[in-house]
């Protein structure tokens, strides 16, 4: 999850009124907003993003790194995971974690989800989770197409979203902690949005309590990008 737009002092326009102070809190927050499922729930992303042992990975938007490890784990020893964020604290916390035994090398990177620093082509599963809502609604289209164009031609993508609770109290929890734009997201066009930027979506469906989650593949016969999608 791109967590620099949770940090105080580094507010987005699409966040108002967020408290959420520092990477420990933001995990404390998701923690409870799971309800002890959080492990479970993020190591059931990794086998959905179709990974296999030794493929190169990119997390966008990794946040704290939660789901970068699940994906290092899942890759082995032969792979290579880099997690890519927009803030420098986030990272650094990342980097602290503890990597679990037996997983990839992992490299984090400082970088924006709309452009890449990365070479055409260089990995094969992408995956990002709670991260697009975060960004305007303009600027999510150039987001797709950067996960587009460095996933070579069959690779896979797993776009992963916060599904709007529609409970009183659940709407009042997510407004209150996490902002408007997760109270208010509209995943309902995820997958359209996914299509129209040249993937092909193979699957959709939901995790309880909050997930939801798009699988899609880059299709080996190459496609030109639409720069207006």
């Known amino acids: 999850m791109n967590l620099g737009s949770l940090m105080q002092g580094e507010p987005r326009p699409d966040t108002p009124g967020v408290t959420i102070a520092t990477p420990r809190s933001y995990e404390l927050f998701v923690d409870v907003c799971f309800a002890g499922r959080r492990h479970r729930l993020f190591t059931r992303l990794a086998e959905l993003s179709g990974v296999r042992a030794g493929d190169r990975v990119l997390d966008v938007g990794c946040g704290t790194g939660y789901l970068t490890r699940r994906m290092a784990v899942r890759v082995g020893q032969e792979g290579v995971v880099t997690g890519v964020d927009a803030s420098p604290p986030v990272l650094d916390y990342a980097?602290?974690?503890?990597?679990?035994?037996?997983?990839?090398?992992?490299?984090?990177?400082?970088?924006?989800?709309?452009?890449l620093e990365l070479p055409d082509a260089s990995f094969d599963t992408v995956v990002t989770s709670l991260m697009l809502h975060h960004l305007p609604e303009e600027v999510r289209p150039a987001a797709l197409r950067e996960m587009y164009r460095v996933l070579r031609p069959g690779g896979r993508l797993l776009v992963v979203e916060f599904r709007p609770p529609k409970s009183r109290m659940g709407r009042h929890m997510v407004h209150g902690g996490a902002g408007h734009a997760m109270a208010h997201n509209r995943v309902e066009l995820l997958d359209v949005h996914i299509a129209e930027t040249g993937f092909e979506v193979n699957g959709r469906g939901d995790l309880r309590p909050w997930l939801c989650y798009v699988q899609a593949t880059r299709p080996r016969q190459a496609r030109p990008l639409r720069a207006g999608s």
Do not use: F, N, T, V
Not at 96 to 112: D, F, S, T, W
């Open 95 to 115: 980097r602290r974690k503890k990597q679990p035994r037996g997983h990839a090398p992992i490299a984090y990177m400082e970088g924006i989800a709309e452009a």
